[in-house]
């Protein structure tokens, strides 16, 4: 399983009950946070993401929508006992706030936090389930977008089958892995008996805060699901060039150009109540493009 | 008119809804800002505090549930159009912080954040409405409490007789300052006959987290309005202690010692979900006690 949830799916200034930008991929039983707005920790609360099963932190940029929610986040991951290691991916000038701030308060957080600066292109994350890379985007400061690809997901359970052989509930997780059954007396279940064949690897495409680049479009070439930023309506696509954003038709654009089975548009500026606009006019170039609405998951 | 109201009353972690550390203070038409934890800007919004009234900000000590909320605050007034200039007094050390976080992200306040580092006890702020004062109290780390005391407060208009004499509304603000009234033939209304004398100047002390020491109630001595913490119910003295907060009883203890006329607690602890016990416990002690209330103003 490959989604994604949005906690915040504004930008700059907190408006009409909408937050600054974070979002949580869940790809099969692992959590990833993508970027981390102020209030990400209680969104985290009233939309009961476990956090514990976040191991990976991808933080795109350095303007403050995008992260000032992310040192209360650990140090609250700190006060809750967590041991575990957590990776951070971040724009280098982080390591050093996150520093003063912990020198500051007297503070030592009591796990792991390893500090992967973000450099170049390229793999962060691989794993036997996942590959998870980088890549730049066209932003006023050093920015990043970031890709999720499945590589072997898991099969499909019957469970109906399974219990017909008698296995107990506690091997499902491992028949989904693709693994045997063996019982006591040292039968073997195979276990195409009773799981389906995995559905085909996903991917998931996270292109940060952007102008338009075409360039674009050949780095999230052909992802399943893509979230691309939409700060502005068509109208207002000088003042989103200007700022180093993107209007509804440049996102959908993009998508067509890099033909993506769907869109996900957000980011959306706070002069903006209603959001239908968006869709709407995304729509008119790619269809298949829903908004990003906060407390929403989006199976990819 | 002083009043505060409490925009987060609990203490390290937000839970059960209720934020981290942050209230202001309306003294006639100026607001003050006494920490800021995150989400604090969220809360302003909810609770419709104008911002733009908001002149000086107050941090007690840099442990994050009392100013991770800063910065996003004070980007979001840049990104707000302020001009006027906006005096922040806080430890030392934040200066670093937000000057990193400014660099980061490729931003300059479009205001004049002035920043008063907080070293010694005494007078921050005088006008001829009001001083305002800090004093040390006793944390793990720097930590500072704060007074607030009307010099002159305003006189209480009589409208009815006012308008009996003609005065037009747009001179009412100026009638509560005690100015006399000019009618345009050159006649004197003298501001005793539509005003009454103005109340005793009020003052409220915010005595920030602190472990019990009765030095503290020299310090906030005969104040109208003590808001002292009560991390912890009274059991939990030894824990309280060990990490320099304050229990319902130590809390209450104060405000004996102090002779307040009220005692306002709160930074709960998060372990706590119902608070009736805290206000239980310290009555016992202090019976003019109320527990603070996230959205509510308590007029002092």
Same sequence: chains 1, 2.
């Avoid at 994350?125 to 050093?142: A, G, M, Q």
């Avoid at 898991?154 to 509930?169: S, T």
């Avoid at 073997?188 to 998931?204: C, G, H, M, R, W």
């Amino acid at each position: 399983m490959l989604a994604v949830t949005i906690l915040g799916n504004n930008s700059a200034i907190p408006a009409f009950d909408r937050h600054p930008t974070a979002q949580v991929i869940t790809l099969d039983d692992q959590l990833f946070l993508v970027d981390c707005g102020e209030g990400t920790q209680m969104q985290m609360s009233k939309y009961k993401i476990r956090r514990s099963r976040i191991n990976h932190i991808f933080i795109s940029h350095l303007h403050g929508d995008h992260y000032f929610g992310l040192i209360g986040l650990l140090t609250s991951m700190g006060l809750l006992g967590r041991q575990q290691d957590l990776n951070l991916y971040a724009p280098l000038p982080l390591r050093e706030i996150f520093d003063l701030q912990l020198k500051a308060a007297d503070t030592k957080l009591p796990y792991n936090l390893i500090f992967h600066p973000l450099q170049q292109e390229g793999t962060l994350v691989k794993n036997s389930r996942c590959e998870i890379s980088c890549f730049r985007v066209f932003h006023r400061i050093e920015c990043w977008g970031f890709i999720f690809r499945q590589i072997k997901p898991l099969r499909k359970l019957n469970p109906e089958k399974a219990r017909e052989y008698e296995i107990p509930a506690s091997f499902f997780d491992r028949l989904k892995w693709g693994e045997d059954y063996e019982t006591r007396s040292g039968t073997i279940i195979k276990n195409a008996l009773v799981t389906d064949e995995a559905p085909k690897p996903k991917s998931y495409a996270y292109s940060a805060d952007t102008a338009y680049n075409p360039v674009i479009a050949e780095k999230v070439k052909s992802v399943d699901l893509l979230y691309h930023e939409t700060t502005y309506l068509q109208d207002l696509e000088e003042r989103a060039s200007k700022r180093f954003h993107c209007t509804t038709a440049q996102a959908a654009s993009i998508a067509l150009q890099a033909g993506v089975r769907k869109l996900l548009i957000g980011h959306f500026s706070s002069k903006y109540e209603k959001l239908d606009d968006f869709e709407r006019e995304a729509r008119l170039i790619f269809p298949n493009t829903d908004t990003a609405v906060e407390g929403v998951t989006y199976r990819v």
